[in-house]
């Protein structure tokens, strides 16, 4: 018997999910906010021990060599020595690196989702697009793949047999079993937890973007996440390209001529060591 989910039912059920990490929501607020300060992010980095050590560990490592060779214990320092761009990536991956680890759902679905979120970082900067709105996007992009696996297993992987034995479309057979697919369950979860539209509007219409081909966050997040499957960044089987929408990549400015091929490498570089946070 096909489930017929609603919108009620997966609000409610996120309840169970682990609580979404508040300092993500206060970093995004962060880049529309002109009077945001350093000390602002400080506040922010030390409500949480795990990401204060990551960021006073980075800034110790960079100074071994230089000039500023001392040890920092000191957050303000840290945060003063990393770069306020860099402290906010680190605060993204560790608090969604903790998410995730909470969620206990299988590390090639994150790996995935982390080489989502790379892909479309790097690409963010190769197309002058905000990096920190493209990161959230890719890591989030499949989050209605989570809510399905945590509260409906079964037909979860019957989704997932269905697919690798046909040439359906994972969406059409989502829809099958489900009466939604996970695109329309990540925008739910998007807007449940305060995230600003443009991600809202990424995390829902990531496998087609056509009807919002205005909000370059969701035509960057589509790019990205047929690259990172093009490029077998995580080597999963089953692994498949999504049909590509050209008109994505021309909204977002990618041009085939310039160098794709640092870019290519960056990000299996950066792709490799991110997803070793969740081996």
Request: charged share 20%.
């Amino acid at each position: 018997m096909p489930v017929l989910l609603t919108e009620a039912e997966v609000n409610e059920r996120a309840i169970n999910l682990p609580a979404f990490p508040r300092v993500v929501n206060d970093i995004l607020e962060t880049l529309e906010d002109d009077n945001a300060t350093l000390g602002a992010l400080v506040q922010f980095v030390e409500r949480d021990p795990v990401i204060t050590a990551r960021i006073v560990s980075i800034a110790n490592s960079a100074s071994m060599g230089s000039r500023h060779g001392s040890q920092l214990r000191d957050v303000n320092m840290a945060v003063s020595r990393i770069g306020l761009a860099r402290v906010k990536e680190i605060v993204l991956n560790v608090s969604m690196a903790e998410f995730a680890h909470k969620s206990q759902v299988s590390s090639s679905f994150w790996e995935h989702s982390v080489a989502v979120a790379v892909t479309a970082q790097e690409l963010a900067r190769f197309t002058h697009i905000s990096a920190d709105y493209a990161l959230v996007a890719g890591l989030l992009h499949d989050i209605g793949k989570l809510w399905t696996a945590r509260f409906y297993p079964l037909e979860f992987q019957m989704v997932r047999s269905t697919v690798d034995c046909s040439e359906r479309g994972i969406l059409d057979v989502e829809r099958q079993y489900f009466g939604m697919d996970h695109c329309e369950i990540s925008g739910i979860l998007a807007n449940r937890w305060g995230l600003p539209a443009p991600v809202v509007s990424a995390v829902r219409h990531h496998h087609d973007p056509s009807p919002v081909l205005s909000e370059k966050l969701v035509d960057l997040t589509h790019v990205a996440e047929v690259f990172c499957n093009a490029l077998d960044l995580t080597g999963s089987e089953g692994n498949q390209v999504p049909s590509f929408c050209e008109a994505a990549c021309i909204a977002i400015g990618f041009d085939w001529n310039q160098d794709i091929n640092s870019l290519f490498g960056k990000i299996e570089a950066r792709t490799e060591h991110a997803c070793a946070v969740f081996r």
